[in-house]
T-cell receptor, first 117, second 111 residues
């Protein structure tokens, strides 16, 4: 299957700082990328959908000024958690869909564990 | 009621057992059904993908979809300790590519 690379895998930061997470599709072009958040023993919660070259679409209840998403190219999307607070601590996962692909071509990154002190 | 219901477990079985994992859903518009495997602190990995009703087999894995009952299953034959992971079901409507996930079932296969 295709490879989606997500970095960093783990980050610990102080409250009030900003954290950037990168998601790259390594061997295919991704017109759409999705950002999820997952709490322990809970399902994936969709935060936003990002399309290359346009603004991201945020799910209800997700603060767009808090979670900045940039999808500047067909292989890279970034999620920036601005002014992070302890309640933002969570496991963040990106996924990427190949151009024109159905759901079976949705590939996930390995996730980023964010801990805000 | 959530759109997709999945028992979180954990489900503990001995090595070699047949495992049955299930999800129910309420949205009759769902057309695509998927099973993902997620190891601890890793991203989900697509295992099976099924369109509409029916069965699909891939090695030791069999996915079943019963749209009339709004019920899907994943069977794992000859389970191995390496199958120990969380299994998430996911589904989406035809024409919409954003899947709705179940909360996942934790499976433990002990030697």
């Amino acid at each position: 299957g295709a490879v989606v690379s997500q970095h960093p895998s783990r980050v610990i930061c102080k409250s009030g700082t900003s954290v950037k997470i990168e998601c790259r599709s390594l061997d295919f072009q991704a017109t759409t990328m999705f950002w999820y958040r997952q709490f322990p023993k809970q399902s994936l919660m969709l935060m936003a959908t990002s399309n290359e070259g346009s603004k991201a679409t945020y799910e209800q209840g997700v603060e767009k000024d808090k979670f900045l998403i940039n999808h500047a190219s067909l292989t890279l999307s970034t999620l920036t958690v601005t002014s992070a607070h302890p309640e933002d601590s969570s496991f963040y996962i990106c996924s990427a869909r190949a151009q024109g692909g159905p759901n079976e071509k949705l590939f996930f990154g390995s996730g980023t564990q964010l801990s805000v002190l | 009621q959530k759109e997709v219901e999945q028992d979180p477990g954990p489900l503990s079985v001995p090595e070699g057992a047949i495992v049955s994992l299930n999800c129910t859903y309420s949205n009759s518009a769902f057309q695509y059904f998927m099973w993902y495997r997620q190891y601890s602190r890793k991203g989900p990995e697509l295992l099976m993908y099924t369109y509409s009703s029916g069965n699909k087999e891939d090695g030791r894995f069999t996915a079943q979809v019963d749209k009339s009952s709004k019920y899907i299953s994943l069977f794992i034959r000859d389970s191995q300790p390496s199958d120990s992971a969380t299994y998430l079901c996911a589904m989406s409507e035809g024409g919409s590519y954003i899947p709705t996930f179940g909360r996942g079932t934790s499976l433990i296969v002990h030697p």
